[in-house]
């Protein structure tokens, strides 16, 4: 079965960096599109990034853009979102993606000012 598990969450100072990881297992990792989502507390699920199958290709929210970049490594079944930085609005659990409905557990990113 599909799994998807998120890791590298943590706390950190606003302008720091984090490097999220999601090890992907039960499909065949390098034919499938992988995003990241986020949710703040009190508001709806977001599309953070996305990123195409052989990772040629990615889309950005324009509130992550130029911080935020989104990369894979097929030969780890791995998708990555490196944060640079780091807004305490972008304090949030982060969850990895994969259509058409699996989630990872999640991982929280917290960004104290």
């Known amino acids: 079965q599909v799994q998807l598990v998120e890791s590298g969450g943590g706390l950190v100072q606003s302008g720091g960096s984090l490097r999220l990881s999601c090890a992907a297992s039960?499909?065949?990792?390098?034919?499938?599109?992988m995003s990241w989502y986020r949710q703040a507390p009190g508001k709806e699920r977001e599309l953070v990034a996305s990123?195409?199958?052989?990772?040629?290709?990615?889309n950005y929210a324009d509130s992550v853009k130029g911080r935020f970049t989104i990369s894979r490594d097929n030969s780890k079944n791995t998708v990555y979102l490196q944060m640079n930085s780091l807004k305490p609005e972008d304090t949030a659990v982060y969850y990895c993606?994969?259509?058409?409905?699996?989630w990872g557990q999640g991982t929280q990113v917290t960004v104290s000012s």
């Open positions: 993606y994969k259509r058409p409905n699996y």
């Open positions: 039960g499909f065949t990792f390098s034919m499938y599109a």
């Open positions: 990123i195409t199958s052989a990772g040629g290709g990615t």
